[in-house]
Nanobody, 121 residues
Framework: QVQLVESGGGLVQAGNSLTLSCVVSGRTVEDLNMGWWRQVPGKEREFVAWLSWSGSRQNYADVAKGRFTIDRDAAENTVYLPMDSLKPEDTGIYLC??????????????WGQGTQVTVSS
């Protein structure tokens, strides 16, 4: 079983930066494909970023390209999402996800509870 705990959300002004963290327990991040998603009330959950088990490959949604980076610290068993140039439309609950068997960017079998990000204009 994999447990994921996100942190780092908060209220920021547009144009500022924020870094989200996802602490992983139960498995090492080197065994997992990891992802970040976001959820806005009334909308479908939206893919943001993906990191391969090797840590060498990333994939980003168009909304994240050039502004967000998915990275990890294997020693801390933690995955990060530094976010720059934040916009009000980035507001939402950001969820960390882990895949133990799927290499798809969009399929995960473990999810965290999420951390709220609010970007004011």
């Amino acid at each position: 079983q994999v447990q994921l705990v996100e942190s780092g959300g908060g209220l920021v002004q547009a144009g500022n930066s924020l870094t989200l963290s996802c602490v992983v327990s139960g498995r090492t991040v080197e065994d997992l494909n990891m992802g970040w998603w976001r959820q806005v009330p009334g909308k479908e959950r939206e893919f943001v970023a993906w990191l391969s088990w090797s840590g060498s490959r990333q994939n980003y949604a168009d909304v994240a390209k050039g502004r967000f980076t998915i990275d990890r610290d294997a020693a801390e068993n933690t995955v990060y999402l530094p976010m720059d140039s934040l916009k009000p439309e980035d507001t939402g609950i950001y969820l960390c996800a882990a895949a133990t068997t799927s290499a798809s960017y969009y399929t995960y079998n473990f999810w965290g509870q999420g951390t709220q990000v609010t970007v004011s204009s």
